[in-house]
């Protein structure tokens, strides 16, 4: 970044001008203003990206995962030495409090640090073989070029759930954040640089969906792992299959979040409204639909109620402040679209209902922390991702019922189930049809886990040995003296 905040392309080890002259605007969601100007890759930019990639490629992959590792430990000291930085600069292009923001470079931290512990952990076997003395060797290598696509709502961590295990493993990378929010991505580049990792092995290109689809065309790329809308999920699964691409795709969710009647109702609000409210609502993971036993539904929305009047909305900046805006205009604007059917459609705002504006709302993207009751499964609003702050609850008569009605869903990411009974836990996992469940918590996955989701939420996974083992391919060797 010049003092302008002017960003050019991460290609090769160097900072270089794009092959274009059009560049992306970035805007502050809480304020309106203008923080920085990207390049806007062009064609030529991602293919000089990939090529320096796929040099990279033989060098780096040939070095030990010891050594692999340590650049990625190099990595992770300087992400902590700029820790306060990185969480500005996250907070200024997402909106997300600043809070948060500490949370998800922590977030990255580890993720970066799981992934350099397992480098040498990519095991392979050794089978007999059907000769004598034969043995048959199935050996874990890397891909090659791996093409990351990233979304918007957690730029940094999922900056470091692609880059880290796809190096760790002996690839190389080239990475295009997302178009409104590049600049995190950007500045943990400069830190690719200092700390010594090889020219080529990570590359960061700014661009918007042209850039995205030029990466996914490209023949020299092997993988590419995208985390995004299931509507451009789908779209690169299509694009990847002229080339036979492997594709990995991390997509919405519509998460229910269920309570019985034997819940720690107290525990059960709490994780509702930080499961739903957490970057004002944009987490693939939110709690999208709460099911609440008739028994306990009266007073679960008294305390719900409570624990949301307390949410301060407003400059995500200030410590105090618990959530900020939407992104853009475009997603407020969505939310808003979503919660004015759903109250056509018979459900009733018991808390907020609408956007906020004036004041320090005046220029930015503020919707109101929202609680929809007398929600019903019939409506548009249980179908599709809301990804705002928007609690709608329906009530349910038991758990059959409610696992019907979470199952009833083209989603399968997370779900949530606040209970004590061992009978219905121990249907869970049978049952409920999601890739992550959460169990008598909120959200937070764990670097050693498994991320990832079912139907229209995606392909693939990433954390944990599972997703590290997405960025090998396995080669078979019959090995006779
Ligand atoms: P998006 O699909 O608009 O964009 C994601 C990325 O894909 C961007 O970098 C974009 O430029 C690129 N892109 C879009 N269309 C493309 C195409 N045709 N070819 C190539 N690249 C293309 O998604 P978004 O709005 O940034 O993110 C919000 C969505 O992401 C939500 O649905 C959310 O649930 C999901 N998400 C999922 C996870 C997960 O781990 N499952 C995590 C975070 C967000």
Redesign the pocket.
């Known amino acids: 970044m010049n003092p302008t905040n002017e960003y050019s392309l991460f290609i090769d080890g160097d900072w270089v001008a794009s092959d274009g002259d059009a560049r992306i605007a970035v805007i502050n969601p809480a304020t309106g203003e203008k923080i920085a100007s990207v390049a806007d890759a062009t064609d030529a930019d991602i293919d000089r990206a990939v090529d320096a990639a796929a040099a990279a490629f033989p060098a780096w992959s040939r070095r030990t995962a010891v050594e692999r590792a340590d650049f990625l430990l190099r990595l992770n000291t300087l992400i902590q030495r700029d820790r306060e930085r990185l969480a500005r600069l996250l907070t200024q292009e997402v909106g997300k409090p600043i809070r948060e923001a500490r949370g998800e470079i922590d977030f990255a931290i580890a993720l970066i640090r799981f992934a350099a512990e397992n480098a040498r952990r990519v095991e392979g076997d050794i089978v007999p073989g059907s000769r004598p003395g034969e043995k048959i060797l199935i050996e874990k290598l890397p891909h090659g070029v791996i093409a990351g696509?990233?979304?918007?709502?957690?730029p940094a961590a999922?900056l470091a759930?692609k880059v880290a295990p796809a190096i760790a493993a002996g690839n190389t990378i080239v990475l295009?954040?997302?178009?409104?929010?590049p600049i995190t991505s950007l500045e943990i580049a400069r830190l690719v640089a200092e700390a010594g990792i090889p020219a080529g092995v990570v590359n960061i290109v700014s661009?918007?969906?042209?850039?995205?689809?030029?990466?996914?065309a490209n023949p020299a790329v092997k993988l590419v792992t995208?985390?995004?809308?299931?509507?451009?999920?789908k779209?690169?699964m299509a694009?990847a299959a002229p080339t036979l691409k492997e594709v990995r795709?991390?997509?919405?969710?519509k998460a229910p979040f269920i309570v019985l009647a034997d819940a720690d109702l107290e525990v059960a609000a709490s994780a509702a409204v930080e499961a739903r409210f957490l970057n004002a609502g944009?987490?693939?993971?939110?709690n999208e639909r709460t099911y609440v036993h008739e028994a306990v539904h009266d007073r679960f929305l008294e305390l719900v109620s409570e624990k949301m009047r307390a949410i301060k909305v407003g400059d995500p900046l200030q410590e105090d402040t618990s959530m900020g805006p939407k992104?853009s205009a475009a997603?407020l604007e969505k939310v808003e679209r979503i919660v004015e059917k759903a109250l056509q459609q018979g459900a009733r705002a018991r808390i907020g209902g609408g956007r906020l504006t004036g004041g320090e709302y005046a220029q930015g993207h503020f919707y109101g922390p929202t609680l929809l009751t007398d929600v019903t499964h019939e409506m548009d609003i249980v179908r599709g991702?809301v990804?705002g702050p928007v609690m709608s609850v329906l009530k349910v008569r038991d758990f059959d019922e409610a696992l019907r009605l979470a199952n009833d869903s083209s989603y399968g990411?997370s779900a949530y189930l606040f209970t004590k009974d061992l009978g219905v836990l121990m249907r869970t996992a049978t049952e409920l049809n999601f890739g992550e469940i959460y169990v008598n918590r909120s959200l937070g996955e764990a670097p050693q886990g498994f991320?990832?989701?079912y139907g229209d939420?995606?392909l693939g996974g990433?954390d944990g040995k599972y997703g590290l083992e997405a960025y090998v391919r396995t080669k078979t060797i019959y090995l006779n003296a």
């Open positions: 696509i990233s979304a918007w709502n957690f999922l759930r295009k954040p997302h178009e409104l929010t661009g918007g969906i042209p850039a995205g689809q030029r990466l996914v995208m985390t995004g809308s299931t509507a451009a999920g779209k690169i694009a795709l991390e997509l919405g969710g944009q987490v693939c993971t939110c992104i997603e991702e990804f990411l991320h990832h989701g939420s995606g990433e």
